[in-house]
């Protein structure tokens, strides 16, 4: 499926939304599952620190009342407030046992509720009078009862305590787990963000750079080039439309070459019709043609001359000079005169160097005219070619 450059966008930055969404989501579950947890702890852990606070206040008070039977201070109001902080007791270890799961602890439970079950049966008979046996017997086994409902509250103090560190350990763990979990949330959306970031802009900027390397080409005149690309969309609109610039570009460019290599063939045969010797140079000073009458005055072949700079070439001086003239004031130069001669030793262009063995005598001349160059202007300088005639007579 094919999918336009403006929706492939889109897609991207709705993609991008729903990661930074679903991150958002992953991070608020763990995070409210946290505080659920510890909220849930929290709430469990007060609730029974106050209920405990509350056992502990009527384990006193039962103690308490217990002191009065023994110092002969009961009355039938002291026996019945002791019996309602039984009751009371009573029901509070009852809730207790529903708030934990332990064996250990519902044993320590059940341990306290046997004895204050016992203490009830013993302040239902009401006649505690220390000065009866019997009753002296039933005050003293109300004393041991409540020492042991002490005890036994003692003991589910110390099992409350390490469930207390244990809790601590569990909300530890808890929150561990929790930082664990984020952190690998956070890594797994790191890497799959940075994987969008590489696919998504790569897809998006390939055809580009395709676009790019294309027109650097033809900006270095490498018209055999092309842009694939297969998909039905803005960029492959572009690329369509490129390719045929490019085929356009090349067919002007083969028309062109034909016609320049049409107009030189026509130059040339002109050229060699005249009896005059012609050359042209370029605005670099490079050599780009000479006619035959030419080469065979200076007794020169083509691949010694054509497309290097003149002064890398062995053409004459005077025609070297009045070149660079003509180059640099970018002008005509009319009738300047020229005197080529050759030394019968080493050569044309070389008369102008004479020692001990070389004399005037040993010069012969080959040419003595005149020299007209020409201006071929371009749009820029840099275009500009320059045609010289070298001519016996004077140009009028």
Same mark, same amino acid.
């Given at each position: 499926m094919n999918l336009s450059l403006k929706t492939r966008v889109a897609t991207s930055f709705i993609l991008a939304n729903v990661v930074?969404?679903?991150l958002g989501l992953i991070v608020f579950h763990f995070l409210d599952s946290l505080n659920r947890n510890i909220e849930k702890i929290t709430s469990e852990s007060n609730r029974i620190t106050l209920l405990t606070d509350e056992i502990r206040m009527s384990?006193?008070?039962?103690l308490k009342y217990q002191r009065r039977l023994i110092t002969n201070k009961q009355?039938? $109001?002291? @026996?019945?407030? /002791?019996?309602?902080?039984?009751?009371?007791?009573?029901?509070?270890?009852?809730?207790l046992d529903t708030l934990y799961q332990g064996v250990e602890t519902k044993q320590v439970i059940a341990k306290m509720l046997g004895y204050v079950d016992s203490l009830l049966l013993l302040l239902k008979n009401k006649q505690l009078n220390?000065?009866?046996?019997?009753?002296?017997?039933?005050?003293?086994?109300?004393g041991d009862l409540a020492d042991k409902i002490l005890e036994a509250f003692t003991e589910f103090q110390d099992i409350q305590y390490f469930q207390s560190a244990d809790r601590d350990k569990k909300v530890k763990t808890i929150i561990k787990r929790t930082k664990r979990n984020m952190m690998y949330t956070l890594i797994i959306t790191f890497i799959g963000a940075m994987l969008l970031a590489l696919v998504i802009p790569g897809t998006i900027a390939l055809p580009f750079k395709k676009i790019? $390397?294309? @027109?650097?080409? /033809?900006?270095?005149?490498?018209?055999?080039?092309?842009?694939?690309?297969?998909?039905?969309?803005?960029i492959g609109e572009i690329a369509q439309e490129i390719n045929k610039m490019i085929?356009?570009?090349?067919?002007?460019?083969?028309?062109?070459?034909?016609r320049i290599l049409v107009e030189g063939r026509k130059f040339d045969a002109l050229a060699n019709t005249v009896k005059k010797h012609i050359l042209v140079a370029n605005a670099m000073g490079e050599l780009i043609y000479m006619n035959n009458n030419l080469y065979s005055l200076l007794q020169l072949q083509s691949d010694d001359i054509l497309n290097k700079n003149i002064r890398d070439t062995l053409i004459p001086?005077?025609?070297?000079?009045?070149?660079?003239l003509a180059i640099k004031r970018r002008?005509?130069?009319e009738n300047e005169e020229i005197f080529i001669t050759r030394n019968e030793h080493s050569g044309i262009g070389e008369d102008t160097i004479l020692n001990a063995d070389n004399d005037k005598s040993s010069l012969q001349e080959v040419f003595k005219g005149y020299a007209n160059v020409i201006p071929i202007r371009g749009k820029e300088s840099s275009l500009d070619y320059y045609l010289m005639i070298l001519s016996e007579e004077l140009f009028i």
């Open positions: 930074v969404l679903t384990a006193v008070s039962i009355s039938s $109001d002291s @026996i019945e407030k /002791l019996m309602a902080l039984c009751e009371g007791f009573t029901s509070q270890l009852q809730t220390p000065t009866n046996q019997k009753d002296m017997a039933n005050i003293n086994s109300t790019t $390397d294309a @027109i650097r080409e /033809l900006q270095n005149c490498n018209f055999d080039v092309s842009i694939y690309y297969d998909r039905d969309d803005e085929f356009s570009l090349k067919k002007y460019e083969e028309l062109r070459t034909d001086e005077p025609i070297i000079h009045t070149y660079e002008s005509k130069i």
